[in-house]
């Protein structure tokens, strides 16, 4: 049934292709260079310069004689903190405070507002069952605030069931603040591990640069160790022995702080801003289409999603990241609208908000300009700008009729090397959210480099050759699905197995989780998680979870986002049957979900 498909795609396309697509590699290198220029600063989502890409972008459409419009759509920027930050406790009933910024200071993903109560000591605030530690055992912590230690015990011991020498995901911040949220915690207080790093200033973490949720449902605030001390002494206690004993023999020193009470006062501003996926349409003989998309935004100056955190607040301009990729959708604009009318139309997209969470995507998809249902394929383009050794990664593949062949015949015609890497078609790029839809996709990705996430992705370093090259090919591809008959049917793949092993060679792979098979949506919600869709033969599937449910209980737990989700799971293993709770059509609906082996 495919060799048919197949026969007849081509020989449709070999009938209605005049010549060969050719792409100028200095017009695409000029995209690049602008996109990627210190004068958008990185074009971060919510950023003015984010907005002259968009009309950079559109204006190019337009002087193709494209018909171009924006798509709106609001975005929670960054947090920024404000002027009203507070933070005073009280020891043996005498008052002290603490100056902001200087001796306090509150994480990005923190609740804001006024708060006060009681204090706990908590270690390192960890609960990991996989190596049978728990700071919280048997500690009462509900409505109290939790004192913890920054990163995990043992850290620079090479036998550490932990990490030895690498941290583990329960040094993360955002998990920190979901265990002690789940533990019932009114919110957190976290200070240095001054005993594990006597060489290192008593800093505070520069706010901004943490990675986390919008809004973590808590308030996460760090103070200067010497404070802590301070709480600590008044119980007869010592902070580096209390450490010091933690790591000797992976034993919770937990107790309360009964002679302190603190009461502080948070500022954390987040913004909404409205930002605007670019929409070009060419229209074809009939009401289908196909889309040719790409992400225009990048990370602006970096913030906590750089790979170079030391030059966070320079700009990160993303030529590869993904400028290149824009710069394919202008290019390949511009050649079909230089072409007979297609049998399909063509809609030429770019995305904004991608670097968040394929925000701009996911919105198209449930707002489409087009109907979606008349989309037949999505071809996703996302760093095409660096080829090494003719290269290309190839995603989605298994996800059209016919696709597989068609690629394997254009192949033959150009010097680079397809690998097929994915057949699923989901993964962290726009195409994602066009799969959930069930529309076929195709992704090209030229692979990561050691510039990725960095300020030094430049514009100079794209090999626009090569490039060209790949941008042939994709207008080929397009081509012989616009002009094709019959259009390509959507293929749910099934995730295969893949071996799972940790850092000790066991296939149990302790911290790694088990597998719950939902893809989240990563659109801003108020309170859950919304799965854009369900894996195929998936355990979620199994126990009759959809796409569009939003699970807001996992195990008696609250979910609030998929931070608290992902941490919730990965304390399970597979084999567990574990109670969910969903809304479908804002009506709650209980499920058994038994986790496999995550694949």
């Given amino acids: 049934m495919k060799s048919r498909i197949f026969l007849l795609l081509a020989a449709a396309a070999t009938a209605a292709t005049v010549k060969p697509p050719q792409i100028d590699p200095k017009a695409y290198v000029e995209h690049v260079r602008y ?62 405070s603490l100056a902001p910024e200087k001796q306090f200071s509150p994480f990005n993903f923190s609740s804001g507002g006024q708060f006060e109560g009681e204090v706990v000591f908590a270690g390192y605030g960890i609960t990991a069952k996989e190596y049978n530690y728990d700071d919280y055992d048997g500690l009462d912590v509900k409505n109290k605030f939790v004192l913890i ?17 690498v941290y583990t995901e329960h040094s993360q911040f955002f998990s920190k603040a979901t265990n002690a949220k789940l533990h019932g915690a009114r919110g957190v207080i976290l200070i240095n591990d001054i005993a594990n790093h006597g060489s290192d200033a008593d800093d505070l973490e520069p706010f901004g640069k943490t990675v986390g949720p919008t809004n973590a449902g808590i308030p996460f ?86 790979m170079a955190p030391s030059q966070a607040g320079t700009p990160h301009v993303g030529a590869d990241d993904n400028a ?13 609208a230089s072409q007979p009318k297609p049998r399909r139309g063509i809609v030429f997209l770019c995305f904004a ?39 290309i990664y190839l995603g989605g593949i298994g996800t059209g009729t016919g696709f597989k062949e068609m690629l394997e015949d254009l192949a033959k015609s150009t010097p680079l ?41 430049t514009w100079d370093k794209i090999e626009a050759e090569p490039a060209a090259r790949l941008l042939e090919l994709v207008a080929a591809a397009a081509q012989r699905i616009t002009d094709g008959q019959p259009r390509p049917q959507f293929v749910r793949v099934a995730e295969p197995p893949k071996p799972t092993t940790s850092h000790a060679g066991s ?5 790694y989780g088990p597998y719950f098979g939902s893809i989240p949506d990563m659109a801003e919600q108020k309170n859950g998680v919304r799965f854009a869709d369900v894996r195929e033969s998936s355990p979620a599937a199994k126990a009759g979870l959809k796409g569009g449910d939003t699970m807001i209980e996992f195990d008696g737990k609250p979910i609030q986002n998929l931070y608290d989700f992902t941490y ?32």
Wanted: glycine share 8%.
């Fill in 324 to 336: 290149s990729g824009t710069a394919g959708v202008i290019e390949l604009a511009r050649y079909f």
């Fill in 507 to 511: 296939s149990s792979a302790p911290g």
């Fill in 353 to 391: 908000g991608e670097e968040l969470g394929l925000l701009g995507s996911s919105y198209y998809v449930n707002n489409p300009k087009f109907p979606i249902g008349q989309a037949i394929a999505m071809i996703n383009m996302d760093m095409i700008g660096r080829i090494r050794d003719q290269k």
């Fill in 417 to 457: 090397k397809l690998e097929f890497s994915d057949q699923t078609g989901y993964g962290s790029s726009d195409h994602t959210s066009f799969t959930t839809k069930q529309v076929p996709v195709l992704f090209f990705f030229s692979g990561l480099h050691a510039d990725y996430h960095k300020p030094s992705d």
């Fill in 35 to 96: 996109l990627a220029s210190p004068e958008l600063r990185g074009r971060g989502t919510g950023m003015p310069e984010l907005d002259k890409a968009a009309h950079y972008i559109a204006r190019q459409f337009k002087e193709a004689g494209l018909e171009t419009q924006f798509q709106p759509f609001s975005v929670t920027t960054n947090a920024r903190l404000g002027k009203r930050n507070q933070f005073s406790y009280r020891l043996q009933d005498k008052k002290h």
């Fill in 221 to 306: 605030v760090q103070i200067k160790a010497d404070a802590a001390e301070a709480w600590l002494t008044a119980a007869g206690k010592d902070l580096r022995t209390l450490q010091a004993d933690i790591d000797k023999d992976l034993k919770p020193r937990s107790f309360p702080l009964d002679a302190v009470k603190v009461s502080f006062h948070l500022d954390v501003r987040r913004e909404t801003k409205t930002v605007n996926n670019v929409v070009a349409f060419l229209p074809g003989e009939s009401t289908e289409h196909i889309v040719i998309g790409a992400h225009y935004d990048h990370l602006g100056l970096g913030e906590q999603f750089s």
């Fill in 149 to 165: 230690l920054r990163h995990e015990p043992q850290e620079y011991d090479e036998k550490s069931v932990f990490s030895g020498k």
């Fill in 568 to 599: 919730a799971l990965r304390s399970k293993k597979p084999g567990d049957v574990v109670k969910v709770k969903i809304l479908r059509d804002g009506q709650p609906l209980n499920a058994e979900v038994t986790l496999e082996q995550r694949r």
